[in-house]
């Protein structure tokens, strides 16, 4: 059995400083995502405000700095 076509790994030449920011950015999402629905939909404050407004700026700094996973709705 050949693995013709499937030789290239999707994570070679990235720097562990890079899947470390990937890892950082997915890890900062859930926390927010999850902050968001607390608030609006269950009422709840899971965070001070000036925790999330951390939590934010953090994650605009790592998409500006891997545009590759910047997404606008974040």
């Known amino acids: ?5 499937h030789s290239h790994d999707p994570l ?17 999402r859930a926390v927010l995502e999850k902050a968001n ?12 405000d000036r925790e999330y407004d951390t939590l934010m ?3 605009a700094e790592l998409e ?5 996973l910047d997404d606008p709705s974040s």
């Open 57 to 59: 700026a953090e994650l």
């Open 64 to 68: 500006r700095k891997v545009p590759e």
């Open 37 to 48: 629905t607390d608030y609006y939909a269950h009422a709840k404050s899971p965070m001070s």
């Open 12 to 28: 070679a030449g990235i720097s562990a400083e890079r899947l470390t920011q990937a890892r950082r950015i997915l890890q900062l």
């Open 1 to 5: 059995m050949g693995t013709k076509g």
